[in-house]
């Protein structure tokens, strides 16, 4: 798994590359070959994500190989190892995660039932392999993820997340000589701020975050157009449709207001994780369950009503920050919990 997890991190894959993600992808199906051969690999709208069936699917596999670090990270961070922990860009999330699932995966005596199902843009809210997670998965009586763990727990509940984008169109004028001739968007776009700011309602977990904004193009023209990038978690998919339905429902009062994104991933549920739960704590004594704000490919899975079970991942931290890693003495017992859970679930 070392070996295997160092040709995966040496490879960079940003989800925004789909020639970088094609690379890691045909990196992992050589890795895999001898243990399942060849995959079927799907392209859509230009990224080629990576299926292996065997027989008639009663378990799903699921993981990502994208990244969310751009082409040349590993000219400053590269792929390194002190003592019981291994550092690079994507070890974490998740690629630690897919070598696990590959040696999981090798330990079975017999693949039948199991399918296995790699995307590449998981990492941007999976646009375009949803659908393909959703049919992936029919059929199926459980999913198990593997995005890595926090500390030595699972993941059996997650929040559901919208994403949007809220643009204010105005019109553009000289700032000095005539801007009583311009329509400030970048006005429009703060009363637009302070009301998201208002929606999310941290008793029970919802959070509505503006994060990235931006107006203008000079310092001395009125702002023509103005835009925020808005990120919404919340527990409970009618919070998700309250939300949304205020979000489209803004008004501002400089300007003209246009609402895209939505509802992306709902939410997973401790219901939907509770008997793959038990089955890991029986394997795994003392292991916990959590519930976390960020979201996976099985919030889709879990929606769609099968039993599903994240973060069965690598033990590690710092996802998505300079210095994430994962714990090496930890690789060999997690994908044995996986080992087992295929095993029992297959049976």
Request: charged fraction near 20%; aromatic fraction near 4%; charge should be negative.
């Amino acid at each position: 798994m070392q070996a295997w997890l160092e040709e995966l991190v040496s490879t960079e894959s940003p989800s925004s590359s789909p020639e970088a993600t094609l690379e890691v992808g045909r990196v992992f199906s050589a890795l895999a070959a001898d243990a399942l051969g060849a995959p079927e690999r799907i392209e859509i709208e230009g990224l080629t994500h990576l299926r292996w069936t065997f027989g008639t699917p009663r378990v799903l596999v699921l993981g990502h190989l994208d990244t969310v670090w751009p082409l040349g990270t590993l000219a400053r961070w590269p792929y390194r190892v002190d003592g019981d922990v291994a550092t690079g860009p994507g070890v974490f999330d998740m690629k630690a995660g897919v070598a696990m699932a590959l040696h999981a995966l090798s330990q079975l005596p017999s693949l039948d039932g199991v399918r296995l199902l790699l995307n590449v843009d998981e990492e941007i809210g999976s646009p375009t392999s949803r659908s393909l997670i959703l049919d992936s998965v029919k059929g199926c009586r459980a999913t198990l993820v593997c995005e890595p763990a926090s500390g030595l727990s699972v993941k059996t509940a997650r929040k559901g997340i919208a994403m949007y984008e809220v643009s204010v169109a105005g019109r553009a004028a000289h700032a000095g000589l005539e801007p009583e001739k311009g329509i400030n968007a970048a006005v429009g776009l703060a009363h637009a701020v302070l009301a998201l700011s208002t929606l999310g309602d941290a008793s029970i977990g919802t959070s509505v975050t503006p994060t990235v904004l931006s107006a203008g193009t000079t310092t001395n023209t009125v702002p023509a157009a103005a835009s925020v990038a808005v990120d919404v978690r919340a527990a409970e998919p009618a919070e998700l449709d309250r939300v949304d339905a205020a979000v489209r429902s803004l008004s501002v009062p400089v300007g003209s207001i246009e609402v895209s994104g939505g509802i992306n991933r709902p939410p997973l549920d401790a219901s939907s994780s509770a008997e793959l739960f038990t089955r890991a704590q029986r394997l795994l004594p003392g292991l916990q369950g959590i519930a976390v704000g960020g979201g996976s490919d099985g919030n889709f899975t879990a929606g769609a009503g099968v039993p599903t079970l994240d973060g069965l991942g690598a033990v590690g931290d710092g996802a998505h920050a300079e210095g994430e890693h994962v714990l090496l003495s930890h690789l060999e017992p997690r994908a044995n919990l996986l080992t087992g859970l295929l095993t029992e679930l297959l049976a």
